[in-house]
């Protein structure tokens, strides 16, 4: 069964510092990966994804993760983290068939001033 | 990007009444929808995959004749929570994707529902 590790609940940060939120996952075949953000009481906004091709990618808000295999895992990182980041993220991983997600438990992200 | 839906944003009831939450794809067809449940401070749960013109496949422990799912057009998707009690109170999150394996999966803004 598919599922994925989140092993940070909060996480706080300067801003202006970077950021690296931490997502391992276990799927028996590659998987599709996905990191969303969620703003209090909103819902769930595509940060990135992964499905193949290269391992290192690129999304909105100036957001990137790498996809490592070898250590299950699908980091997502930012250079520089600016007040408007805070927010919760959620990491997630797919089956190739019907799009269902496993989502992790979340990582609440604080950015002190 | 594609649009997703849901209505109400939020809404009050009284317990042991029913509520429906839909979930719009705006322009595009949603061969498939996804029912997800969020509680305060947790993860989302997925309870149910619902596709056009058959019966919703829940997730277990999901009880199907409380959260009755319709998936009547390409565009439509319906969650009724019956006989609502206030464990139901939480956080109703659908997703839809134009088509299976596609990687295309778009998110609605969720729909609290408090149950008094």
């Known amino acids: 069964a598919q599922s994925v590790t989140q092993p940070d609940i909060h996480i706080t940060v300067s801003e202006g510092a970077s950021l690296e939120l931490r997502c391992n996952y276990s799927y028996g075949a590659t998987p599709y990966l996905f990191w969303y953000v969620q703003s209090p009481g909103q819902g769930l906004q595509l940060l990135l994804k992964y499905f193949s091709g290269d391992t290192l990618v690129q999304g909105i808000k100036g957001f990137e993760a790498e996809f490592k295999r070898s250590q299950s895992s699908f980091n997502l990182r930012k250079p520089s983290v600016h007040w408007s980041d805070a927010a919760e993220y959620f990491c997630a991983v797919g089956a190739y068939e019907g799009n269902k997600l496993v989502f992790g438990a979340g990582t609440i992200l604080r950015v002190k001033s | 990007g594609a649009v997703v839906s849901q209505h109400p944003s939020w809404v009050i009831c009284k317990s042991g009444t029913s509520v429906k939450i839909e979930c719009r794809s705006l322009d595009f067809q949603a061969t498939t929808m996804f029912w997800y449940r969020q509680f305060p401070k947790q993860s989302l749960m997925l309870m149910a995959t619902?596709?056009?013109?058959?019966?919703?496949?829940?997730e277990q422990g999901v009880e199907k004749d409380k959260f009755l799912i319709n998936h009547a057009s390409l565009t439509l998707s319906t969650l009724t929570v019956t006989s609502a009690h206030p464990e139901d109170s939480s956080f109703y999150i659908c997703?839809?994707?134009?088509?299976?394996?596609?990687?295309?999966?778009?998110f609605g803004e969720g729909s609290r529902l408090t149950v008094l």
């Open positions: 619902s596709n056009e013109g058959s019966k919703a496949t829940y």
């Open positions: 997703s839809a994707t134009p088509g299976a394996n596609t990687g295309e999966l778009f």
